[in-house]
């Protein structure tokens, strides 16, 4: 079924509306069974380097990896909006370095707005960013790229100050011109409170129900990544318990010879079975 693209204002009118369902996506068959599922947001997420390239955490991804991957992920959506994540170095030194690289998503691999970890302190530099034409999401709470600064992977703003800090993050990032902003690991009540007090779309990852939509990692989703699940996770298969039990089960049709069966062989005319054995 041919679906119409979504845009950056079909994201924000949905703002106190149906909720938006986003996920992240690392190639092109991954990217079209989120479409088929008629998904909002198609992420490509730096949670790359982790969960498909095997780095312990997201700060090695480099720009050359997000779009190689973005490109995959682009030719497998029709309508999904396609965010790319723009990597830990790649938008840090300059404004005209963010812009650049920003740029290099949209032209290189054609996703259609770029994310951006940080808030209040990154408002300049998200400001130039949109003003260059390139929409930008968001991205407050647990900064992956930045875990270490906040003291590991654990829930931001659980004090009143930090708390008011995140607001004041979120408020920026509005006025900086960011389409929607994503909430990480924050408590339930402080991203309902902070949904409340920006006009545009919240999508919360372990930031309970109150945000304007939800985001998750595919890989913890469907169960294809076990070294790690986070507790916000819910998993909604066990992909990787089914593969490897496929995988097993061809080893030993292998080895046993069940396979390959008749019904995955070809055949030969008799004729030509007959004079090739002449041949010899
Ligand atoms: O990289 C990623 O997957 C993300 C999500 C956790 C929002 O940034």
Redesign the pocket.
């Known amino acids: 079924m041919h679906q119409k693209k979504l845009t950056i204002p079909d994201i924000r009118s949905r703002k106190n509306g149906t909720p938006i369902s986003?996920i992240?996506a690392y190639d092109y068959p991954l990217a079209r069974m989120a479409d088929a599922a008629g998904i909002d947001i198609a992420?490509v997420?730096?949670?790359?380097g982790m969960?498909v390239l095997g780095y312990p955490d997201?700060v090695s991804v480099t720009m050359e990896e997000m779009l190689h991957h973005a490109k995959a992920v682009v030719r497998g959506i029709e309508h999904a909006l396609v965010v790319a994540?723009m990597p830990f170095g790649s938008y840090n030194s300059s404004i005209p370095q963010a812009i650049g690289n920003a740029n290099r998503m949209l032209k290189e691999a054609r996703v259609d707005a770029v994310?951006i970890?940080g808030g209040v302190t990154m408002a300049e530099t998200v400001a130039a960013i949109v003003r260059a034409g390139i929409p930008v999401q968001g991205?407050i709470g647990l900064t992956?790229q930045t875990a270490t600064s906040l003291g590991g992977f654990k829930v931001q703003g659980k004090s009143a100050e930090a708390a008011r800090q995140l607001i004041d993050d979120a408020r920026a990032l509005e006025d900086a011109g960011c389409f929607s902003i994503?909430l990480?690991a924050i408590p339930a009540p402080l991203a309902e409170h902070i949904t409340k007090a920006v006009a545009i779309p919240t999508?919360g990852?372990g930031a309970g129900p109150g945000c304007d939509g939800q985001?998750?990692?595919i890989h913890d989703l469907i169960g294809l990544y076990d070294r790690f699940v986070p507790k916000f996770v819910k998993q909604y298969a066990k992909i990787s318990e089914q593969v490897i039990a496929a995988l097993g089960q061809y080893k030993a049709e292998v080895e046993s010879r069940a396979f390959p069966g008749a019904a995955h062989s070809f055949t030969m005319k008799t004729e030509e079975l007959d004079k090739l054995t002449r041949l010899y």
């Open positions: 986003e992240t992420l997420g730096d949670s790359l969960v997201t994540d994310k970890e991205h992956p994503v990480e999508i990852i985001v998750l990692v």
